[in-house]
């Protein structure tokens, strides 16, 4: 299974900035997914982005506030835009439904 | 509306001493159950994917059962090095038609020596 390289590992941002996270795989994958994992609560997808269209976002997550690049097969970064403590956070990649997952962000805003 | 609920939230047991977790879902059409592991600081680890009931799986220690309505992972004999978050995820449809994956909050298991 491909493997997928997730950074930053961890940041600790100002409120009002942004915040983008990457995702590398090692190999070409046609379908990323975004996870949010708040604290104490279930892994939730924001979006799935497919290369060369537009991402899908799921109910409550907006573009504006998570936008998504996926320029190729293997790359693809998500923004926290406009950052709240409440985006405080881990955020995770994975591709093809979710076999292999990055290793995660852990954001927090103060 | 899909849904995921694991029990117990936390479970602690002594080194050796095998127990059960629970996941029971709804779902519009079960095209598949996910089982992950997930450590402090790390992503979830695919463990197993189950497609119908009555189906098992088994991977060292750990078996994952399926019924219509919930899943089982038992852990027979277990060691302090499989202290972890076991997750688990049912396949499901997003608005968009696509698959997506809807997940439990979690049993965190504490292992004993």
């Known amino acids: 299974s491909a493997v997928i390289s997730q950074k930053p590992s961890r940041d600790i941002c100002q409120r009002g900035t942004s915040l983008t996270i990457q995702c590398q795989v090692d190999s070409q994958v046609t379908m990323m997914f975004w996870y949010r994992q708040q604290p104490g609560q279930s892994l939730t997808l924001i979006a799935t982005?497919?290369?060369?269209?537009?991402?899908?976002?799921e109910s409550g997550f907006v573009i504006d506030k998570f936008p998504i690049s996926r320029p190729n097969l293997t790359f693809s970064t998500l923004t926290v835009s406009n950052m709240s403590p409440e985006d405080s956070s881990i955020y995770l990649c994975?591709?093809?439904?979710?076999?292999?997952f990055g290793s995660g962000t852990r954001l927090t805003v103060v | 509306e899909d849904q995921v609920t694991q029990s117990p939230e936390a479970l602690r047991l002594q080194e050796g001493e095998s127990s059960s977790l629970n996941c029971s879902y709804t779902?519009?059409?079960?095209?598949?159950l996910f089982w992950y592991r997930q450590d402090p600081g790390k992503g979830p680890e695919f463990l197993f994917t189950l497609y119908s009931a009555g189906e098992e799986k088994e991977k060292e220690r750990l078996k994952a059962t399926l019924t219509k309505k919930e899943s089982f992972l038992h852990i027979t004999a277990p060691k302090p090095e499989d202290s972890a978050t076991y997750l688990c995820?049912?396949?499901?449809?997003?608005?968009?038609?696509?698959?997506?994956?809807?997940f439990g909050q979690g049993t965190r298991l504490t292992i004993n020596p």
């Open positions: 982005a497919n290369q060369g269209s537009e991402a899908t976002y």
């Open positions: 995820a049912v396949q499901a449809r997003s608005v968009w038609g696509a698959q997506k994956l809807v």
């Open positions: 779902v519009s059409g079960l095209r598949g």
């Open positions: 994975t591709h093809s439904l979710g076999y292999t």
